[in-house]
């Protein structure tokens, strides 16, 4: 049967929009890798594929205070192009990753020690929650806001993330919210609050002297 106007049109619009969902958070490039910038190609060795930015990881001290060490595409250049970057994340007892999301990437974190209480939020509201031991890996899908808490009161917990992108980026919901110069009444209806509680979270995100 012969297909109308209006279906060649529509089977046109999902042939042309297939590859640009097939996308994942880095373009594909034509070559083995990418060279930067001002580089001679051939004066590239095994230095350039290697990061040494975690050494001081292997014997550092329990951590004082939630720290991430990252390998993405700003500080690991080899990474260009490869969709994928790494972090480490070193948590003290008690502390929080707050609400965030990576906009460009899925973020695959392996527990290597300690605990850790997990979740995400879906697009329909739903949150998802997990509490995670050592050798545990769980998966943030990618976009969703997502957070982290060291449940432990008197240990720390360490995790390695893996993204989908060499530059997955992070955008804070707190900071983002609260830090970024949004009207105090716009956040009051939103929140159905009063402007009095909206400054006082606002205080908490001012820049310190």
Not at 105 to 115: D, H
Not at 181 to 208: H, M, N, R
């Amino acid at each position: 049967m012969a297909l109308t106007v209006k279906q060649r049109f529509f089977l046109a619009i999902l042939v042309l929009a297939f590859p640009l969902s097939a996308i994942s958070g880095d373009p594909d490039i034509i070559s083995d890798f990418v060279v930067p910038m001002g580089v001679n190609n051939t004066l590239l060795d095994g230095n350039f594929f290697t990061f040494t930015g975690m050494r001081p990881l292997i014997n550092s001290d329990p951590p004082t205070n939630f720290t991430v060490t990252k390998a993405t595409m700003a500080e690991f250049p080899a990474l260009n192009g490869q969709s994928v970057s790494y972090a480490v994340l070193q948590k003290p007892a008690g502390s929080v990753n707050p609400p965030h999301t990576h906009p460009r990437a899925t973020e695959l974190l392996f527990l290597t020690y300690g605990v850790l209480e997990v979740g995400f939020v879906d697009t329909t509201n739903k949150l998802f929650t997990q509490r995670l031991q050592a050798g545990d890996i769980f998966a943030f899908p990618k976009g969703l806001v997502h957070y982290q808490f060291n449940c432990a009161k008197n240990d720390f917990a360490v995790a390695v993330s893996a993204f989908g992108s060499a530059a997955a980026g992070t955008v804070s919901v707190p900071s983002t919210v609260l830090a970024t110069g949004i009207d105090d009444e716009i956040l009051t209806q939103s929140f159905k609050t009063d402007v009095y509680t909206i400054q006082k979270l606002k205080a908490g995100f001012a820049p310190k002297a």
